[in-house]
């Protein structure tokens, strides 16, 4: 039981892995990969609102060196714990 707990959790940190990785691509591949994404598991549109915001592109496209600096940090804890997971997964 106690394997297959370990096995279940090192496959849930490795996809949360991958999906930390992408936040270091650049934003155009981001965009179409999250185009592809909504294709295949359609989510609500918002597209209906008249109301928008006076800059948006200056908004979406900014990333705060703090963010980057939290986000390289969650990626390097989270690959932490899969190594350890890896080494305890014949305990």
Do not use: C
């Amino acid at each position: 039981m106690r394997r297959i707990l370990l096995r279940i959790l090192l496959t849930a940190l490795v996809l949360v892995e991958l999906w930390l990785l992408t936040g270091f691509l650049p934003q155009r591949w981001q965009e179409n990969m999250y185009t592809r994404l909504n294709k295949v598991w359609p989510s609500q549109s918002y597209d209906y609102s008249r109301i928008t915001h006076p800059n948006m592109e200056g908004e979406l496209q900014r990333v705060e060196p703090i963010g980057t600096a939290l986000l390289a940090v969650l990626t390097v804890l989270n690959g932490a714990a899969i190594v350890a997971l890896w080494r305890r997964r014949d305990v």
